[in-house]
């Protein structure tokens, strides 16, 4: 079991910058590919970003890419997504998600191969 609890959502100007954190409890974290998608007001939830048990392997959504960086500790239990350059598109509900995928040092950017998740941050970018 994973217990995920997302920071560091808020409201920003265009341009501007946030970081969101995702603190993990349980012991399989380490193990677990990490990603986090997005869902808009009145929007499906989409990919944002994902990164591989080990951090060696990651990987982003076209609409983010050069602009956020998803990073992790396992020495703390914590995923970050870096969220530079902001737009006003990149407003919604940000959420964590965790999968156990050990050995394989990969990702998945389907929301459907994540079992757990996130109550979710808020994420308003103003114009």
């Known amino acids: 079991q994973v217990q995920l609890v997302e920071s560091g959502g808020g409201l920003v100007q265009a341009g501007g910058s946030l970081r969101l954190s995702c603190a993990a409890s349980?012991?399989?974290?380490?193990?677990?590919?990490m990603a986090w998608f997005r869902q808009a007001p009145g929007e499906e939830r989409e990919f944002v970003a994902a990164?591989?048990?080990?951090?060696?392997?990651?990987g982003y959504a076209e609409s983010v890419k050069g602009r956020f960086t998803i990073s992790r500790d396992n020495a703390k239990n914590t995923v970050d997504l870096q969220m530079n350059s902001l737009k006003p598109e990149d407003t919604g509900v940000y959420y964590c998600?965790?999968?156990?995928?050990?050995?394989?040092?990969?990702?998945?950017?389907?929301?459907?191969?994540?079992?757990?998740w996130g109550q979710g941050t808020q994420v308003t970018v103003s114009s």
């Open positions: 998600a965790a999968q156990f995928m050990w050995p394989a040092d990969t990702w998945r950017n389907e929301q459907t191969k994540y079992a757990y």
């Open positions: 349980g012991r399989t974290f380490s193990r677990c590919a």
């Open positions: 990164i591989s048990w080990s951090g060696r392997s990651t």
